[in-house]
């Protein structure tokens, strides 16, 4: 706010930071009268006596002993506040009299002399009264503030979008001697994620695949993202393996503002393999996502990664606990499936659950893949991305690599 009216303070709440001018009571006190006064539609509401409402209120009547209140969407609010103005209030007597000659009985009389004697009452706990026209006014604000507020978050979203559109892959790049399928769904209601995947060479036979997801939804959820992406890219062609990217990438989420979290799997297709060039190796790492599904003619097999925590907890290479790479053969043939939890989790199914329906699909997948190596995996991807049922509620992501 740039200026306050005189004998009032206000104190705008924008969901994360608190605005103040003038003298205003702690915020404590503030949440109660925020609360007390709260519409559903955020509509303005006043009291003239907050004490009222809520008598541990008198305590900061000095500073707010009135209030005027409107939403701006969500948990945000403006707060103007009036402090007590002690009022003088002239009596036809003293009102008590009355009370004292009834607890004394008809014997006691009152000189009706000293009964309607003039007698002056300080009254406390009470602010100047509101107006109906401070309502009013109250509420058009409330209406311009949430207007810009809609056209701002429109605009960021717009820009998130953009962002996530430039740095989400729409499809995989062409590896020679591999081929690979990927597919990213943004949440119900078009709400922006965390998820990425990224497909690179790196150098000779080598190429790196990876999947990760930002917990939380929106624009910082996608900003941080854009982030991580680039940052794992960097380490990869520096040369770090799998487990050494993700310690470093660790790092870098915990110095990130906002306190974000995610998780990732990284894994190093080596085409060179057992050096024979019968069968490729896979180098995997994980920091506490879900684990890859290998699918072959054998069936369907989570790979047990050795785990690391969730990035962003601060466990990095000082602290004793890195995560380790695994190397797994990867069959001609074979289809490596990478996934983000929402291709899996479920509020109404364990994730045990969903995850072995899954990996029957695959299997089934599998069925039709492995006896026409020429067939794409195009033919079956949507098929898995609908595997486990209910999905919808958060964006997911599918990456699907096979030998050629």
């Not at 009222?52 to 103007?80: C, K, Q």
């Not at 002056?120 to 058009?140: K, N, Y």
């Amino acid at each position: 706010m740039n200026g306050c009216v005189p004998g009032s303070a206000s104190r705008p709440w924008t969901g994360s930071r608190l605005l103040t001018c003038g003298e205003v009571p702690p915020w404590e006190a503030l949440q109660r009268i925020a609360r007390l006064l709260a519409r559903a539609d955020g509509a303005a509401t006043f009291t003239d006596q907050l004490s009222a409402l809520s008598p541990g209120l008198t305590d900061v009547a000095g500073v707010a002993a009135g209030a005027l209140r409107v939403g701006i969407g969500g948990d945000a609010w403006v707060l103007w506040l009036r402090p007590e103005q002690p009022r003088v209030v002239d009596w036809g007597g003293d009102p008590h009299n009355a009370k004292i000659a009834e607890g004394e009985g008809p014997a006691v009389r009152i000189s009706p002399r000293k009964s309607f004697e003039k007698w002056q009452e300080v009254v406390r706990g009470r602010s100047a009264p509101w107006l109906p026209w401070h309502g009013i006014t109250a509420d058009r604000l409330r209406h311009q503030i949430t207007g810009l507020m809609l056209g701002r978050s429109r605009r960021q979203i717009a820009i998130a979008e953009s962002l996530q559109r430039a740095v989400v892959l729409d499809e995989a790049p062409e590896v020679p001697g591999l081929e690979v399928l990927a597919r990213y769904l943004p949440a119900e209601g078009g709400q922006l994620g965390g998820d990425w995947w990224d497909v690179l060479p790196l150098d000779g036979d080598r190429v790196a695949v990876v999947v990760g997801d930002v917990a939380g939804h929106g624009v910082h959820a996608a900003a941080a993202m854009a982030q991580l992406r680039t940052a794992v890219r960097a380490y990869l062609l520096e040369g770090h393996s799998p487990a050494a990217a993700l310690e470093r990438l660790d790092t870098l989420v915990g110095t990130m503002p906002g306190g974000h979290t995610a998780t990732a799997v990284v894994g190093i297709v080596d085409h060179r393999g057992t050096g024979d060039g019968s069968e490729a190796v896979v180098e995997l790492a994980s920091a506490g996502h879900l684990p890859p599904l290998l699918v072959s003619a054998e069936g369907t097999t989570a790979l047990r990664v050795p785990p690391r925590p969730v990035l962003g907890l601060g466990f990095g290479p000082t602290t004793g606990v890195d995560g380790e790479d695994v190397r797994v053969p990867l069959p001609a043939g074979a289809v490596l499936l990478l996934h983000s939890d929402g291709l899996v989790e479920r509020r109404d199914a364990g994730l045990e659950q969903t995850t072995a329906a899954l990996a029957e699909a695959a299997t089934r997948a599998a069925g039709e893949l492995l006896p026409d190596p020429e067939r794409g995996m195009a033919a079956v991807v949507d098929r898995l991305l609908t595997a486990v049922p209910g999905g919808g509620g958060d964006d997911t992501t599918l990456v699907l690599l096979r030998r050629r």
